[in-house]
């Protein structure tokens, strides 16, 4: 982040950031409009493909699958890339010893670790380690503002830049990382299955609160990092501190960050691969012979218990094993964070965060839809059962009392759909000029 700003200017990284986290959000709370029409404890996206664009499912599912190994294999790299200064921080002798500053013996061993945590089947699973990497994030905020209060970095690089930026290609670069920081949305529907209360408040109480703590986070470190020092801040800020302990106890809680957040990535990416075995095209023969009133049947009651994800030891396993295998290869081959961040963010990011959300809101939530149908007539018997509407913070009992704001929910998914697809293109091309011009 503080590098972000020390090439779009403290103004417009601002907005920047505060623009990432709302269109993230709203691409979180229409995820959970979308879990409304499917099964309890079934949610996914090759489940929602399948009622909207099956056909295209195998795409889908093949763009997350994609956007999670990438973030999963940054996060090895950043382990390599790490461990051998965290090492010779502790001790000066480290040096001396010539695998303990090897990149490929440290992403080896902290293989070994992962490995086991990998093979969990829920997220519910890993809430230890969650609340881990909670801590480590909190040290690294505190270190990054103590030393900006302390004021014992030296600023180079010219002057602050406040409303001015580097450039528009320089600008444009940093965006997708800035997206990057905000993806979560490939295990959200895992959460809404998993969360004991999935009501309508709920569920956007959890988006808004992880989105605005994340963008808070965010700002602070982008700001006191950048101030602390200029526009000679690199990527990761940790790394240009004067060694000491805490800079190098610092540098060991982004590993342990990265360490126990592989998982949550190997969760989305065996789910999508194992959709994308499955997958089979729909001829129009069976297209054109399913009526409405089947697909309404087929569809299962929103009052079934949770389910499993289906997957059998043997497929699990296998699948699991092929990821885990092909991200060591990758990271043991592949050296720059900046370039995997960068194409992961532009295109994977997007699709997950904008394109598929909007797209899949807008397909399902049709008025002609028997999906759409199917769910008002649920909604309106549990009305006249209970006499209590669901309140949201956006209207939940309100969205379906007013036809207009139903059609601008619609409207603003496909907006968000086709920025989506905007901010990926441009990305690509900028990422793609600005990796030629340095």
């Not at 090492?87 to 303990?100: H, K, T």
């Not at 600023?155 to 830049?161: E, K, L, N, P, V």
């Not at 963010?345 to 965060?353: F, H, L, R």
């Not at 759409?372 to 956006?394: A, C, I, P, T, V």
Request: aromatic share 10%; hydrophobic share 45%; glycine share 8%.
């Amino acid at each position: 982040m503080p590098l972000a700003l020390s090439r779009m200017g403290i103004v417009l990284g601002i907005f920047v950031i505060l623009w990432a986290g709302l269109t993230a959000g709203f691409g979180l709370y229409l995820q959970t409009r979308c879990a409304r029409y499917l099964e309890r404890g079934a949610a996914s996206f090759f489940a929602l493909s399948q009622m909207t664009y099956p056909n295209a499912a195998v795409v889908f599912d093949a763009a997350i699958a994609v956007k999670c190994f990438g973030v999963g294999v940054s996060y090895l790299i950043i382990i390599g890339d790490l461990m051998p200064g965290v090492v010779q921080g502790f001790s000066e002798n480290a040096g001396g010893v010539s695998f303990l500053i090897d990149r490929h013996f440290w992403v080896t061993g902290f293989m070994l670790i992962v490995i086991p945590l990998s093979f969990l089947r829920r997220l519910d699973s890993l809430k230890y380690t969650s609340v881990i990497a909670l801590i480590s994030i909190g040290y690294l905020v505190i270190l990054v503002i103590a030393h900006f209060i302390k004021g014992d970095t030296t600023r180079q690089g010219g002057a602050i830049r406040v409303v001015r930026w580097e450039s528009a290609v320089a600008t444009l670069s940093s965006f997708p990382v800035i997206v990057f920081a905000y993806t979560c949305h490939q295990n959200m529907f895992s959460i809404l299955n998993e969360i004991s209360n999935n009501s309508h408040f709920r569920t956007t109480s959890v988006v808004v609160a992880s989105i605005g703590t994340a963008a808070f986070i965010y700002i602070l470190v982008a700001i006191t990092g950048y101030l602390s020092f200029g526009n000679s801040v690199a990527d990761n800020i940790v790394s240009i501190y004067a060694p000491s302990v805490s800079s190098t106890i610092g540098k060991a809680a982004i590993v342990i960050l990265v360490m126990f957040s592989y998982p949550l990535q190997v969760h989305p990416c065996r789910a999508s691969v194992d959709a994308v075995l499955k997958w089979r095209p729909i001829r129009r023969s069976e297209s054109a012979n399913s009526s409405p009133s089947r697909l309404i049947s087929l569809l299962p009651s929103r009052s079934t218990p949770p389910r499993g994800d289906g997957m059998g030891e043997t497929r699990f396993a296998a699948i699991t094993t092929a990821i885990i295998v092909l991200s060591y290869i990758v990271a043991m081959t592949v050296s720059s964070l900046s370039k995997v961040l960068a194409y992961v963010g532009s295109t994977g990011s997007t699709s997950i965060s904008f394109i598929l959300p909007g797209l899949f809101y807008y397909k399902i939530s049709s008025p002609d839809s028997p999906h759409h149908q199917r769910l008002m007539k649920e909604d309106d018997d549990e009305d006249e059962g209970s006499g209590d509407e669901d309140e949201g913070l956006l209207g939940g009992g309100g969205l379906k009392g007013g036809i207009w704001r139903k059609k601008l929910l619609r409207r603003l998914s496909l907006a968000l759909a086709i920025y989506g697809i905007v901010v990926m293109i441009t990305c690509l091309i900028t990422n793609t000029l600005f990796v030629v011009a340095r």
